[in-house]
């Protein structure tokens, strides 16, 4: 009885370090692909003076065409990105312990946290 509990213990622990592992790689792209699109923008940035006055190199261009869909867009992207950095940060640091429900129990927010950041009308 004690080597069949030991087979499911040391299969459980190989399963987690594999989802542990996933996670890494999921959460480094998403840091890596929310950097990135925090950086450039989406539509660029102007690239010189307008005559008139109503747009100056160096600004993105989404702020003067549409500045409450580029607040909504950095808002996300910066949420999004600061969430990879602790999920990052959590399973570095428990990469060595067996706490697999604090694991689960972060996976499952960051899963209803991302629901909620895609909902228009209401709020979570």
């Given at each position: 009885?004690?080597?069949?509990?030991?087979?499911?213990?040391?299969?459980?622990?190989?399963?987690?370090?594999?989802?542990?592992?996933?996670?890494?790689?999921?959460?480094?792209?998403?840091?890596?692909?929310?950097?990135?699109?925090?950086?450039?923008?989406?539509?660029?940035?102007?690239?010189?003076?307008?005559?008139?006055?109503?747009?100056?190199?160096?600004?993105?261009?989404?702020?003067?065409?549409?500045?409450?869909?580029?607040?909504?867009?950095?808002?996300?992207?910066?949420?999004?990105?600061?969430?990879?950095?602790?999920?990052?940060?959590l399973?570095?640091?428990?990469?060595?312990?067996?706490?697999?429900?604090?694991?689960?129990?972060?996976?499952?927010?960051?899963?209803?946290?991302n629901?909620c950041?895609?909902?228009?009308?209401?709020h979570?």
């Open positions: 009885m004690e080597t069949t509990e030991r087979v499911h213990r040391r299969r459980s622990e190989v399963f987690f370090k594999e989802v542990r592992g996933a996670l890494l790689m999921v959460a480094a792209l998403i840091a890596t692909v929310t950097f990135t699109a925090g950086i450039y923008p989406p539509g660029g940035f102007w690239q010189d003076d307008d005559s008139q006055g109503k747009h100056t190199a160096g600004k993105p261009i989404m702020v003067d065409k549409n500045k409450a869909k580029y607040e909504k867009f950095m808002s996300r992207n910066t949420h999004a990105f600061i969430q990879s950095l602790l999920l990052t940060m399973l570095m640091v428990s990469y060595g312990t067996t706490n697999h429900a604090l694991l689960v129990a972060l996976v499952l927010a960051e899963v209803k946290d629901g950041s895609r909902e228009e009308e209401h979570c």
